[in-house]
């Protein structure tokens, strides 16, 4: 149910509790006892000095939000609703650490298409750049490219965007010149953990039950990966060739191979720049106010600076190709 301004009624306590119930989801109250009972323990085992401490790692995870502010889209583009006096999708927010994380994850390439590299007239969903030769099109909407107008379509993180990935792929498949190939890059939003230290009881391993459930509510599935749609929905498309890479995507610096540290290194500074930015729409769609979504980030973030944890989680890149 929503209020007047076609946002999601605050849940109460009770009803909040019940859902958790369901869903496996914590209930925000239990992040804002964690933050007073750590401070307690903080007042009595270390007072002043072990208090400024937590009030410095909160602030740190409040901060403002400048840092994946600095570049815009167009006016026209910027039309979307408002929650807790943030627009969505007004950002393109850091996005260059994530290009970077992931071309480091596929050896410095920035694409596993067999492509020919020569002239080739490529479409971008979604894109963070210009590339000549390029076209964009808002993907969600029937697409008004000529049929086989394109010899290489590339998807990104497209996952919690689209209501029908069989139509996506359908009219991908149908935009492609014979010969063509489709590149698909998705996430999953659980995060996991080979030690055992990420739990369902920590905030890192909440973070993929929040994004799952509020897809759940929204129509728009956060189970890309798990359900297999990039190979399901491009079969039955049409295409041939189809391949697989399956991604290991480290947070923080707790790898030891150098290669994985510098991959954790970017993609936690992704998440540093903006956690608020890619929680909140999500979180305030399961009726959680901007505070408890504040009080669960601050505990997050601390998780990801600790050094306790060695979270991650799973990419799939699957291309295939259009027959001649």
Not at 17 to 43: C, D, N, R, V
Not at 44 to 57: L, V
Request: charged letters at 25%.
């Amino acid at each position: 149910m929503a209020d007047n301004d076609g946002q999601p009624e605050q849940k109460s306590p009770k009803a909040q509790e019940s859902a958790s119930a369901q869903t496996g989801i914590l209930p925000p109250q239990h992040w804002t006892a964690h933050i007073s009972h750590a401070a307690y323990e903080a007042g009595t085992a270390g007072g002043a000095s072990a208090g400024a401490d937590d009030d410095d790692d909160r602030d740190s995870a409040l901060g403002d939000d400048d840092a994946s502010s600095t570049a815009s889209l167009t006016s026209s583009i910027l039309r979307y609703r408002t929650i807790h006096g943030r627009t969505f999708h007004s950002e393109r927010g850091n996005a260059q650490y994530c290009h970077h994380a992931l071309t480091l994850a596929i050896d410095g390439k920035l694409y596993l298409s067999p492509l020919q590299r020569d002239k080739i007239k490529v479409s971008l969903l979604p894109s963070d750049r210009t590339v000549p030769g390029s076209e964009i099109e808002d993907c969600t909407q029937s697409w008004t490219f000529p049929l086989a107008h394109f010899d290489y379509i590339h998807m990104r993180w497209l996952v919690g965007s689209i209501d029908d990935w069989y139509r996506l792929f359908q009219q991908s498949f149908d935009a492609l010149a014979p010969g063509g190939w489709l590149e698909s890059y998705e996430m999953s939003t659980m995060w996991h953990s080979d030690d055992g230290s990420v739990t369902e009881h920590t905030a890192l391993g909440q973070w993929g039950k929040i994004y799952i459930e509020g897809g759940r509510q929204s129509g728009r599935t956060f189970t890309v990966l798990d359900d297999e749609l990039q190979r399901k929905a491009m079969e039955a498309a049409g295409f041939v060739d189809i391949q697989e890479r399956n991604i290991k995507q480290p947070i923080g610096r707790w790898p030891r191979d150098p290669r994985l540290k510098e991959i954790g290194e970017f993609t936690q500074l992704t998440l540093e720049q903006d956690a608020e930015g890619y929680l909140l729409f999500i979180a305030n769609t399961l009726g959680w106010t901007r505070e408890q979504i504040m009080v669960y980030l601050a505990i997050f973030k601390r998780e990801v600076r600790s050094g306790l944890y060695q979270p991650y989680y799973r990419q799939k890149v699957v291309w295939g190709r259009k027959p001649e």
